[in-house]
C-alpha cells in the first residue's frame, strides 16, 4: 500500500529548516517490519503470561485510556493524510512513534509481571557485595535524600522525566524527517527491555531500600516498596489478573531507568540544538534513580551495558535496511 505521506517528504525542509539534509534519514524500518515486531512481541508476552497463569481483564475501566489511544491513532493519521501539509507529515510521524514507545513500555512492564511469578529466589546479596565492592554506600545517598525536601523533590522530578525525554527525542525526529534515527531509538528501546527481562528472569531483587533499611521509613521513594510483597505473591499464584492502570515496576536489576539514560543520551547527540537540554535532563534522571528507583550501583551498570547492546543491535538492523534496495 502506497504511503500517503511519501510525496511530502521531500517538502519537509520547507516547513522545518532544520530537516535533515541526510538523503537516508527519511528511510526506517518498513511497515511490514514494525508490524511483524509488534505481533511478535504481542505473542511473546501472551505466552509468557499464559505460562504464569496471569491474564490481562480486556474489560476494565482501566484499560480506556490505552483504547482510547488506539482509536484516534489511526483518525489523526487519516487526518493528516488529507491535508497533505509537510507539517501534517510530522505530526503523523510523531503520532506513531509515541504510541510504539507507549506500546513498548507498556508491554515490558506487563511481561514484567510473569517473568517474576515465574522466578526463583533474591539476588540481593550478591548485588549488595558488588556495591560494597565499589565501596558505595546507599543507606548514606538515601539518608542525604531523606534528610532533605528539596533534594526529594528534585529526585522525583528528574525520576518521572523517563517519559518526558523521550517525547522530546522522538518530536525532534518527526519534525526534523529522521525516520531513520527515530526507528534506531525505538528498536534499541525494546531490545534493551527484552535484554533487561531476561536477566531479570535470573536476578529478582527486593531493592536495597527493603534489604538494607531497618525501622521506620522516613522517605518513601516514588517507587515504593511493591517487590517484597509482589513478587512473592505472584509465585504463589495469588495474583490472577493483571491491572494494566495499576503496574508497578519490579526490575531492580539491570535497572531500566539506567538503560533507558544510556540510550537518550546516546540518541541525544544526534538532536542538534536540544543535545544538552536532554543530556541534563537526564543526567539529573540518573542522580535520582538510586532513592526513587531503590537501584544498586551495580543495577546502574548493568542497565547502561544493556543500553549499549541495545544501541548496537539496533544501530545492526537499521544499517542492513539502509543496505537494501
Not at 535533515?20 to 505473542?43: E, K, N, Y
Not at 482501566?62 to 487519516?78: E, G, K, T
Not at 544526534?270 to 539529573?284: D, F, K, N, Q
Request: aromatic share 12%.
Amino acid at each position: 500500500m502506497t504511503d500517503p505521506f511519501r510525496s511530502a517528504v521531500v517538502d519537509t525542509a520547507t516547513a522545518f529548516p532544520i530537516a535533515s539534509s541526510d538523503p537516508h534519514a527519511g528511510v526506517g524500518f518498513s511497515a511490514g517490519q514494525v508490524r511483524g515486531a509488534i505481533v511478535a512481541s504481542l505473542a511473546g508476552c501472551a505466552l509468557l503470561l499464559w505460562a504464569a497463569g496471569l491474564v490481562v481483564d480486556p474489560f476494565a475501566r482501566s484499560n480506556i485510556p490505552y483504547y482510547a489511544v488506539l482509536a484516534a491513532v489511526p483518525l489523526i493519521r487519516f487526518a493528516c493524510a488529507r491535508i497533505g501539509r509537510p507539517w501534517s507529515r510530522a505530526v503523523a510521524d510523531a503520532t506513531e512513534y509515541f504510541t510504539l514507545f507507549t506500546a513498548m513500555a507498556l508491554t515490558g512492564a506487563l511481561c514484567s509481571y510473569p517473568v517474576a511469578a515465574l522466578s526463583e529466589g533474591f539476588a540481593d546479596a550478591t548485588l549488595q557485595q558488588f556495591d560494597l565492592a565499589m565501596r558505595f554506600d546507599w543507606l548514606a545517598w538515601y539518608r542525604l535524600v531523606a534528610e532533605h525536601r528539596s533534594l526529594q523533590l528534585l529526585g522525583m522530578a528528574a525520576y518521572q522525566s523517563i517519559f518526558l525525554t523521550p517525547a522530546l527525542l522522538l518530536g525532534w525526529f518527526a519534525c526534523t524527517g529522521q525516520r531513520r534515527e527515530a526507528h534506531r531509538f525505538l528498536a534499541a528501546f525494546w531490545i534493551a527491555a527484552m535484554i533487561t527481562l531476561t536477566l531479570f528472569s535470573q536476578m529478582p531483587a527486593v531493592g536495597p531500600l527493603s534489604y538494607l533499611w531497618k525501622g521506620p521509613i522516613p522517605y518513601m521513594p516514588l517507587s515504593e516498596l511493591w517487590q517484597p510483597d509482589l513478587i512473592p505473591a505472584l509465585r504463589l499464584g495469588e495474583v490472577h489478573v493483571v491491572d494494566l492502570g495499576q503496574l508497578r515496576g519490579l526490575v531492580s536489576a539491570p535497572s531500566f531507568h539506567a538503560a533507558s539514560a544510556t540510550l537518550y543520551i546516546a540518541t541525544a547527540w544526534r538532536c542538534g540544538p536540544l543535545r544538552w537540554l536532554l543530556i541534563a535532563i537526564t543526567s539529573a534522571m540518573v542522580l535520582s534513580t538510586p532513592v526513587e528507583g531503590t537501584h544498586y550501583l551495580i543495577d546502574m551498570i548493568l542497565g547502561a551495558g544493556v543500553a549499549i547492546v541495545g544501541l548496537r543491535c539496533a544501530s545492526a538492523l537499521i544499517a542492513r535496511r539502509r543496505a537494501l534496495p
